[in-house]
């Protein structure tokens, strides 16, 4: 957003979408819609609600103006008799795209008005904003919701030059009975009294909260230790609103390391990445995201200690763009875990249940290496005492395997050592079990 735009705020009720009050204010002003509790919500699990097209970018054309019919740009429909709806691109006389590359122009051949009629629930808040500029002096414009074929109800009226955009936004609760909205901009006034010419609308968003989900993989599933691996964080908003001031965070397991500065951003990541290396938490701040895009990151890491099924902890922050009034909160999941071998052994075999082992022998079970404390056949390396896994690697405790003092295990996610040995002894129940990590 420009300096010089300005910024104007509807706030409507809550029961039946009436305008209360309409404010312009210069961007110096910080925009609020409520007031700015900085409030940190869970995401929404209403349906989600949202414009289609919101932008005019679809359909794209190569000359600087066209006239379509309505059934040719997606989403949007006219009140004009002709049935045109005409869109302008970046090349037109005086005038850059807010959002894009592409506008609508309202008055096409006349003083009529573009809508969209969409699915709604009931009792569901949505937001809205639309950037609003005249053509060749100051047009306006109003801002409408209601059902469709009844009454409309003024959300607030439009009035700019042909200098900079305005941006004019609220939130509106569909009332009780509403199941389809008609979300409207209709044309009233243009600078030189011309019915086809002026009230240039772009940006325009109508819907539910932006939601963000964040899945993370790994490039590989194994590696050993000092071994490089790429963590891969997917975001994609799958909510109604524009996603914007995403700071994200991941929590590295003790496991891994980061190097600061390696991310790999490819545009997509913007503001100051930090790297907190006693906590091991990387933050950095996402681009904006529209309905529907995605961001992919890959974060270089390395293995540091051995290790089983390790996975980052990923969050996010973020507001709907323009409304600094609540902040959301995203949980990710993994899509894979990933696990850290110790060096490869010299002189190691696979397992086999016919062959006899002698102390020092070492096989590979379960992508794991057991050295033998003595003769052997057939004692399943990962159930038996006689087998020792190698270089402090922390297993899975088995209810059938002895361990001896000092020997760790792996129970419920938490690490356990034996003070003495033990067989068949939960650890979480047992004293003979040390609670280490």
């Known amino acids: 957003m420009k300096n010089n735009t300005k910024i104007k705020i509807a706030l409507v009720t809550a029961s039946a979408g009436l305008l209360l009050s309409s404010t312009g204010i210069g961007t110096s002003t910080p925009i609020n819609v409520l007031a700015q509790t900085n409030t940190v919500s869970s995401q929404a699990n209403s349906k989600v609600i949202a414009l289609e097209n919101g932008n005019f970018e ?4 190569n000359t600087n103006h066209v006239g379509l019919d309505q059934k040719a740009v997606p989403g949007w429909n006219t009140t004009a008799s002709d049935g045109r709806i005409e869109l302008q691109r970046n090349g037109f006389p005086g005038t850059k795209a807010f959002s894009g590359t592409q506008w609508a122009e309202l008055n096409a051949n006349s003083n009529a008005a573009l809508y969209q009629d969409i699915a709604t629930t009931p009792g569901v808040k949505v937001r809205w904003q639309v950037a609003h500029k005249g053509r060749i002096g100051t047009d ?4 409408e919701f209601g059902a469709p074929n009844g009454k409309m109800v003024q959300q607030s009226e439009m009035k700019d030059g042909k200098w900079s955009w305005g941006v004019y936004k609220g939130e509106y609760i569909i009332p009780e009975g509403q199941t389809t909205t008609r979300f409207q901009f209709r044309a009233v006034s243009t600078a030189n009294g011309n019915i086809s010419v002026g009230n240039y609308l772009d940006d325009i968003q109508f819907g539910t909260q932006s939601i963000l989900q964040l899945t993370g993989s790994f490039s590989i599933n194994s590696i050993e230790v000092n071994q490089d691996v790429d963590y891969n964080l997917h975001i994609v908003n799958v909510g109604g609103m524009t996603a914007a001031k995403n700071q994200i965070t991941i929590k590295l397991p003790s496991h891994l390391t980061y190097t600061p500065g390696t991310i790999d951003t490819e545009n997509i990541v913007t503001g100051t990445q930090k790297y907190n290396p006693s906590t091991q938490e990387l933050t ?5 995201l529209n309905r529907d895009a995605t961001a992919d990151i890959k974060i270089p890491l390395k293995g540091a200690s051995v290790a089983s099924s390790v996975t980052p902890n990923i969050s996010a922050t973020y507001n709907d763009q323009n409304f600094d009034d609540d902040t959301y909160l ?6 894979d875990s990933l696990t850290i071998t110790p060096g490869t052994p010299a002189n190691w075999s696979d397992w086999s249940p016919t062959k006899i082992y002698v102390a020092g022998d070492i096989v590979k079970y379960n992508n794991k290496y057991y050295t033998a404390k003595w003769w052997t056949l057939g004692d399943n390396p990962n159930e038996s005492a006689v087998w020792q896994i190698m270089n402090e690697w922390i297993e899975e405790w088995h209810p059938l395997k002895g361990y001896n003092g000092g020997e760790k295990v792996l129970y419920e996610g938490k690490i356990y050592q034996a003070k003495w040995w033990v067989q068949g002894e939960q650890p979480s129940k047992s004293t003979i079990w040390l609670l280490v990590q």
């Open 58 to 61: 679809n359909p794209k054309f």
């Open 140 to 143: 306006k414009a109003v801002v």
């Open 330 to 335: 995203a949980t990710g999941t993994n899509e």
């Open 284 to 288: 950095f701040e996402v681009k904006t």
